[in-house]
Nanobody, 117 residues
Framework: QVRLVESGGGLVEPGGSLTLSCTAFGFSVSPYGVTWYRQTPGNDREMVGSISAGGGRTNYADFAKDRFTISRDNAKNTVYLQMNSLEAEDTALYYC??????????WGQGTQVTVSS
């Protein structure tokens, strides 16, 4: 079955860290750029950051710069979102999208991150 699956979410205290994974099943993620998004109830989806297919280029939203890092391991068919210095405002459903011109677009179902003491 072709799908993207996010994992690694959970409950973390303010100031803590989490690393999320976005793993592709049924297709190779290596030709795809991958973007991480987040969304809270009642709010629009916002981009967290992205990584190019080769991993050489990353791009981050202002709130993610200096705290979040996106990386990929194409051998494991996985893209990561490392999040440090987490704040309550980072609480959201985080999900990933794989996209590349001329190829199908894949979305994951998301993993919940809750930052609370």
């Amino acid at each position: 079955q072709v799908r993207l699956v996010e994992s690694g979410g959970g409950l973390v205290e303010p100031g803590g860290s989490l690393t999320l994974s976005c793993t592709a099943f049924g297709f190779s993620v290596s030709p795809y750029g991958v973007t991480w998004y987040r969304q809270t109830p009642g709010n629009d989806r916002e981009m967290v950051g992205s990584i190019s297919a080769g991993g050489g280029r990353t791009n981050y939203a202002d709130f993610a710069k200096d705290r979040f890092t996106i990386s990929r391991d194409n051998a494991k068919n996985t893209v990561y979102l490392q999040m440090n210095s987490l704040e309550a405002e980072d609480t959201a459903l985080y999900y990933c999208k794989a996209a590349q011109t001329g190829r199908p677009v894949y979305w994951g179902q998301g993993t919940q991150v809750t930052v609370s003491s």
